[in-house]
């Protein structure tokens, strides 16, 4: 069992095949104010996990940190990346996989967003690949009805060595190739996953956002040195709010997750963040802090090179 800290609030200011140079676009990049009613105000939550190599636990365990969440009074909520499965080893994920539109994961999902009646980004599940080898690390979006609103599959492969740390995704992933968002009522929400936050070039290409969200799984190492100084950089040059659900704490596989899931505005305060431990991160998206923002620092608007 992990220690759960408590939740920090708003106090602080201020492989060749992992990148494809011709990333398709198939979402429009509608402004983040939608064509319909824009809500002022919107709660959303990042749920931190430390998953296992026990689907069915982690499953039960998501429900019970969406149903916090929900209680709470979330409209939308974020789950970590590989928040179903984390193996023993890489290969391991591939005795989940599930084809698209079909499986537990996929029902799970679609059917807390129902229940609940909120907003689902389920972090990201193996789907079936074309190769017998490989998986799609995969964001699927459920709306409060239950319907797929959305689909991304990671497009930027994580490779890291250091030590006796090893990662190469592209071993057991095939990357995606398209960049993906959805209209939500507050506004446009672009998605992502992970190692994608290093390459700004892919969050100029979802468009005018009002959230840029982050299911994610960041080493210790490599979450100690950037992963804050990275998602308050994305926050502030897209001028929107980023919301991060990250792994964090020490898995049954042995390895060791940062955590800090985190809520962070578009002038690149934290809003909200949790250390380590399975828990809720929230807090409210504010139209009317992007509208200051931006008619402040027009940083947006004054972009040349697109």
């Known amino acids: 069992m992990h220690a759960v800290p408590a939740l920090h609030s708003a106090g602080r200011r201020e492989s060749s095949d992992t990148f494809m140079s011709e990333t398709q676009v198939t979402s429009s990049a509608s402004p983040a104010t939608t064509s319909g009613p824009v809500a002022s ?22 429900e019970r940190l969406i149903a916090e969440a929900a209680a709470d009074g979330a409209q939308l909520v974020l789950l970590p990346e590989y928040f179903c499965f984390m193996g023993f080893k890489d290969t ?35 789907l079936m ?37 090893s990662f190469d995704e592209a071993r057991t992933i095939r990357p995606g190739t398209a960049v993906q968002g959805f209209d939500a009522p507050f506004g446009r929400v672009g998605l992502s996953v992970c190692y994608d936050l290093r390459f700004p070039e892919l969050y100029r290409r979802m468009g005018d956002c009002a959230l840029i969200v ?32 990250a792994q964090g704490g020490k898995h049954e596989n042995g390895r060791r ?19 380590e431990g399975a828990g809720v991160v929230a807090g409210n998206l504010e139209r009317a802090r992007i509208d200051e923002v931006r008619q402040s620092l027009p940083a947006w608007r004054h972009r040349v090179l697109t």
């Open 257 to 275: 997750t940062w955590g800090h899931s985190m809520l962070i505005d578009p002038w690149g305060e934290i809003v909200a963040v949790r250390d």
């Open 41 to 62: 105000s919107f709660r959303v939550a990042a749920l931190q996990m430390v998953s296992t190599p026990d689907r069915d636990r982690n499953l039960a365990d998501a």
């Open 129 to 165: 690949a074309p190769e017998a080898s490989r998986v799609l690390n995969t964001t699927l979006v459920f709306d409060p009805l239950g319907n797929e609103a959305a689909r991304y599959d990671k497009i930027h492969l994580f490779n890291f060595e250091k030590g006796d740390e």
């Open 92 to 126: 391991d994920k591939l005795a989940v996989r599930e084809p698209y539109q079909d499986g537990t994961i996929q029902r799970f999902l679609a059917d807390a967003a129902r229940r609940h009646r909120i907003w689902v980004i389920g972090g990201t599940l193996p």
């Open 214 to 245: 982050v299911p994610s799984a960041f080493t210790y190492t490599t979450g100690r040195a950037h992963w804050e100084l990275l998602l308050r950089t994305r926050a502030i040059e897209n001028q929107c709010y980023v919301l991060a659900a």
